[in-house]
Structures are given as structure tokens and as C-alpha cells.
């Protein structure tokens, strides 16, 4: 490859990876087409993009972003998946592909400019992606506000309840 190419797809590979702080490294080595295929398609629709880097050029490009211990990662026939704000429903779709297609290797990633492990990668996709997360965290706030309501509402049936019965008591005797 060219000199001048290469600055080029170094300069594009920078410009995509500076929008995004999410990345996965793949190694894909005896994934059948169909399945690599089908994977990328399946990916795509859920805006999670996997791309087939030259470790090389990948490699460079990273340390121009400030990534540090990169190189590590691009040993064999490497893929980069990056996509969408939620690193989360990233890593679920890689973990859950990787399933289902044996060759599909995790090797690691960044995650919000930090680099992550495979072991990490396998907590991450354990959590509840950031609508849910965020469901939970409403509920947690909403939770004592609802108790305390909750809570003035008996009072105040008990009250009601209470001269209810002392309303009819006075009925009852005549007074």
C-alpha cells in the first residue's frame, strides 16, 4: 500500500474513531461469509458498525487518538465494532454473537477512552443498558416519595375511618 493511501485511511480511520469513546477489537479468523455476513447485517440494524481494519493502520490511528496499549490488541485478523451512545447494548451484541458463532473472538476495547479486558467486556454486558438503568434509578428516587404518600394516605383513611364511625355512633344513639 501506497504512503500517501496509508496517511489517507489513517486520516479517515482517526476521523471515525474521534466521534465515538466505544470500541471493540474482534478476531474473526474462520467465521464462514455467510455468518460474517449475517453478522455485520445484524449489527447494522441495531446501528452497531463492524469494520476490518489493517492492524497496522489501526494500530497507528490509535496511538494518533491517544490510546495507549492498543497494539496489543491487533494480533491476527482484527475487526473494530464500534456504534451508538450505549457502550452497554454494544457489548451485549458482541458477547451474545460470540455465542453463537465460536470463531468470533472478544480480545478487548475501549470504553469511554479507558481500555477494557475481555473479563471486563463480560461484567460490562451484565449490566442493564442505559434505559433501563435509568428506569431503575427514577423508580429508586420515586420509591420514598411514593412511601411517604403512601404512608399520609393511611393516616388519613384511618382519620376519615375514624370519625366515620364516631359520626355514625352519634346517629345511631340519637344525639
Known amino acids: 500500500m501506497a504512503n500517501e493511501l496509508k496517511k489517507v485511511v489513517i486520516q479517515e480511520l482517526v476521523s471515525n474513531y474521534r466521534k465515538t469513546g466505544n470500541f471493540l477489537v474482534v478476531g474473526y479468523q474462520g467465521i464462514k461469509a455467510m455468518e460474517f455476513d449475517q453478522l455485520r447485517k445484524d ?3 441495531k446501528k452497531i458498525y463492524m469494520e476490518i481494519v489493517k492492524n497496522s493502520l489501526a494500530a497507528i490511528a490509535f496511538k494518533e487518538l491517544g490510546v495507549v496499549g ?25 458477547i451474545e454473537w460470540s455465542k453463537k458463532i465460536p470463531f468470533l473472538s472478544v480480545r478487548g476495547g475501549f470504553v469511554d477512552g479507558a481500555m477494557v479486558s475481555v473479563s471486563d467486556i463480560n461484567d460490562l454486558a451484565k449490566l442493564p443498558s442505559l434505559p433501563v438503568l435509568r428506569a431503575q434509578i427514577i423508580t429508586g428516587i420515586n420509591a420514598p416519595i411514593a412511601g411517604v404518600a403512601g404512608a399520609f394516605n393511611a393516616v388519613l383513611r384511618s382519620l376519615a375511618t375514624a370519625f366515620q364511625a364516631f359520626k355514625d355512633k352519634k346517629e345511631h344513639s340519637g344525639e
Open 43 to 45: 449489527l447494522r440494524k
Open 70 to 94: 492498543s497494539a496489543s490488541l491487533f494480533a491476527g485478523p482484527s475487526a473494530i465494532i464500534t456504534g451508538g451512545d450505549d457502550p452497554v447494548v454494544m457489548t451485549k451484541e458482541t
